[in-house]
């Protein structure tokens, strides 16, 4: 981690009187800084520039009282004169003076180093040079070098002394913002913070108390409203939770009850088409017997009406077989009788069933069989009502001039038999698909609907079907036609059925 990422860390983890202190501190040094920089600097060269106007006027008098000793060539009082001014200048800032000839020659010299040499230039050191001249005639010249380094470290102190001065008013003012920024911000932002952890505790009767009306009271009263909303929210949801809470007790009492009633009808189906399959026998073996001629001759006419009413008693065995059968599967005690099946036998036998009925509707009954298909363990009668029940759905959806299609072949990837029962009948919407399956499920209305049965021929046919850990499925288009699929795993090699595990 860098020390930048640090300091912001420990800067962040600050309470807020100590991050205001910060901030005001160090914004405060930098402006001192800056300030003393530039001060410095100004004080510097208002200093020296006084330096030079000062020296060059010590410079100037030294010139009016030495031209009449250089004029008469006293250099005993002209050297009075330059030692007199180094001796005067108490600062001992005059370094160096010198009276010069025309031509550059050093005529006397006073200098507070011992040596003739004149003091190196510097950025420490000013030189001021003044003719000696009279009406225009020029006699020579004097120099003169003023040291500058008390003059820099006068400034140095001085600045020295503000800075000293600067951190005090620096401490002072932090102490002060500190102590202002805790009574003003700190305390009630805590305050605040406290009041606020009450609400989140769920003390929504909390009321923070407002003090002020800056940010602070508004951030209050925002808090005290917030928890208000939150109060009424919650007893909202209070009222909700309880309703959906009954709501839920009476849909499970509903259930249960439509458990029992189901349970109840269940065992009413199962009871009544027992009842029936035995007088419906009966019925059934004398009007064959009668029909024989077992028990005298019937005339035509009585065979007639007893050929309705062999009809009739056909329709409602079915209707009693499939109720059997659907409350069989629904207990789930549908006992599949294993053996090793050609599908092609029972789907001939369906086909060759359905060809009488099919040439009366004008309708094409197609079979198209592959060579060789795989045998399965299955339940030859319960298959064959599987496709029974779809071969005369099929037809039944199907108006005159269209065709219905058994399709059988063999899918090796998924080592399963493939029927497919096609129509190009009046179709299934697609919402209906679903439901299909259901027990008692019919598309049509009761009232128009001109197709026989009670819907439960395709639940009892899934049933059967996944009884041979099989599937059905189905696709549709409304107006084109309905494919019903039903996929059956084939036998292995060695003649255990891959749906044996399913088999009872
Ligand atoms: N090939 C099809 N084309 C259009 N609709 C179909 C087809 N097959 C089934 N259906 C719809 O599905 C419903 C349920 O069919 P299902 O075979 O379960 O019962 P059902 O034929 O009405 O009576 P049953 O119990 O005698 O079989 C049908 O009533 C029909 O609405
Ligand atoms: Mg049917």
Redesign the pocket.
Known sequence: MTIFRRLRNYFNNLGLGKKVVIILSVTTALAGILLSGLGTERLNSLLVDQKINSSTEIANTLAATALPDLLTNDFVDLQDSTDGVVARDDRQEIVYVGVYDTAGKLLVHSSRQAGKQTPAESADMIKTSVPLSINGRNFGRVDMYVSLSRIKSNVLAVVLSLAGLLLLVIVASAAATAFVAMRMIVKPVRNLAASAKQISEGNLDFKIPVKSEDELGELSQDFNHMAQILKERQSELRVAYEKLERNYKAIREAYKELRELDHMKSGFIAVVSHELKTPLSLIKGYIETILAGNLGKANARQREKLALVMNSVDRLS??VD?SLDFSIIERGSLVIEQQNLALSKVLDAVVDEFALEASERELDLEKDISDGLPHLAGDEIRLHQVFH??V???I???SAGGTVRVHAYFDAEHRQDIVE?S?T????PKK?LRY??T??????SPTT?K???????????KGIVEGHGGTIT?S?RVGK??I?SIALPVLDGDGAGAAADNIK
């Open positions: 079915d209707i499939k029940n779809l005369a759905n099929a039944d959806f199907t029962i129509d009948g009046s179709g299934i209906e299909l399956f027990p008692f499920y019919q598309v049509e609907r197709h026989p049965g009670m819907g439960l021929g395709l639940a009892v046919a189905v549709s036609g309905s019903f």
